[in-house]
């Protein structure tokens, strides 16, 4: 596996898979801001399988940051990334330093509207300018065939899907399922700043998805009553400062009065020195 760290590498990379496959080589691509954990070899994998070539990026992008201090503790490991990243059969990767993507001069930003601005946008303003920017770059750079993103971060795959298709970028966006925890919690690199109380309580926001995902099961529509389910379950946990519990249409994002359709039952929460999101889709199966 190659390290690059330039634009320019990766661009001779493309020229030379194209030359060798005779065409347009097909690269899969996952993005990442590091720290890998199961669920990005996950998106690896399922790239290997489907692509000629496999490409990934590890950057931590300031641009999708609200704090600096959450940019500066947010956990790194580059060495250990590219050891995950070659076992799982990535060809290259890139891991550039910030001024590599944003160079001095730098003015042009994506707002991709309505779909950026519920959810994780009420509560982290300019965070999806900065996560479409550094994705259409990417895909620039890369000009991959099929890009690959994790369902755990919801809004930013339908962000990212409708940035594609307003811009009409050639690319196929495949979302990949949450990978958990054998206790049910999303993985995600920010897991490594729990401490063990904190890893314990953190299981409250798949357990409150349950909760109302039970509720949803057993006839209940009403989505203020899912709403105060996931809320009774937040409640029990002290350890959780909750920011939102959503039950929102899952094409939309929009709150829902009633589920009529696939929904969204979305939660986000600080928990000890972290703040952590989680979702579960809700939606009716289909008949014969």
Same mark, same amino acid.
């Given at each position: 596996?190659?390290?690059?760290?330039?634009?320019?590498?990766?661009?001779?990379? !493309?020229?030379?898979?194209?030359?060798?496959?005779?065409?347009?080589?097909?690269?899969?691509?996952?993005?990442?801001?590091?720290?890998?954990?199961?669920?990005?070899?996950?998106?690896?994998?399922?790239?290997?399988?489907?692509?000629? !070539?496999?490409?990934?990026?590890?950057?931590?992008?300031?641009?999708?940051?609200?704090?600096?201090?959450?940019?500066?503790?947010?956990?790194?490991?580059?060495?250990?990334?590219?050891?995950?990243?070659?076992?799982?059969?990535?060809?290259?990767?890139?891991?550039?330093?910030?001024?590599?993507?944003?160079?001095?001069?730098?003015?042009?930003?994506? #707002?991709?509207?309505?779909?950026?601005?519920?959810?994780?946008?009420?509560?982290?303003?300019?965070?999806?300018?900065?996560?479409?920017?550094?994705?259409?770059?990417?895909?620039?750079?890369?000009?991959?065939?099929?890009?690959?993103?994790?369902?755990?971060?919801?809004?930013?795959?339908?962000?990212?899907?409708?940035?594609?298709?307003?811009?009409?970028?050639?690319? #196929?966006?495949?979302?990949?399922?949450?990978?958990?925890?054998?206790?049910?919690?999303?993985?995600?690199?920010?897991?490594?700043?729990?401490?063990?109380? #904190?890893?314990?309580?953190?299981?409250?926001?798949?357990?409150?998805? !349950?909760?109302?995902?039970?509720?949803?099961?057993?006839?209940?529509?009403?989505?203020?009553?899912?709403?105060?389910?996931?809320?009774?379950?937040?409640?029990?946990?002290?350890?959780?400062?909750?920011?939102?519990?959503?039950?929102?249409?899952?094409?939309?994002?929009?709150?829902?009065?009633?589920? !009529?359709?696939?929904?969204?039952?979305?939660?986000?929460?600080?928990?000890?020195?972290?703040?952590?999101?989680?979702?579960?889709?809700?939606?009716?199966?289909?008949?014969?």
């Amino acid at each position: 596996m190659r390290i690059a760290t330039t634009i320019a590498e990766i661009r001779a990379w !493309r020229a030379e898979a194209d030359r060798a496959a005779g065409g347009r080589a097909a690269v899969g691509l996952v993005p990442t801001m590091g720290y890998l954990h199961a669920g990005h070899v996950s998106l690896v994998a399922r790239a290997r399988a489907e692509n000629a !070539r496999v490409a990934a990026s590890v950057f931590v992008n300031p641009a999708q940051f609200n704090s600096a201090e959450d940019l500066a503790r947010y956990p790194r490991d580059p060495e250990r990334d590219a050891a995950l990243l070659r076992d799982a059969g990535c060809d290259i990767v890139l891991m550039p330093d910030p001024a590599e993507v944003y160079p001095p001069g730098f003015q042009t930003w994506v #707002d991709v509207g309505p779909i950026a601005a519920p959810l994780e946008g009420a509560h982290r303003p300019g965070h999806f300018r900065g996560v479409a920017t550094v994705v259409l770059k990417l895909f620039g750079i890369f000009e991959p065939a099929r890009a690959y993103f994790g369902q755990k971060d919801y809004q930013q795959l339908a962000v990212i899907r409708t940035l594609v298709r307003d811009l009409d970028v050639p690319v #196929d966006v495949v979302g990949c399922p949450t990978v958990r925890e054998a206790d049910g919690l999303a993985m995600s690199s920010r897991n490594a700043r729990l401490g063990p109380d #904190d890893r314990r309580a953190a299981t409250v926001l798949h357990r409150a998805l !349950r909760a109302a995902e039970a509720a949803w099961a057993g006839g209940e529509r009403d989505a203020g009553a899912l709403r105060a389910r996931m809320a009774a379950v937040f409640a029990q946990e002290p350890r959780a400062a909750v920011e939102y519990v959503s039950v929102a249409d899952a094409a939309t994002l929009e709150e829902l009065e009633a589920v !009529r359709g696939p929904a969204l039952l979305s939660v986000a929460a600080v928990v000890g020195p972290v703040r952590l999101i989680d979702n579960i889709v809700v939606r009716e199966p289909l008949r014969a």
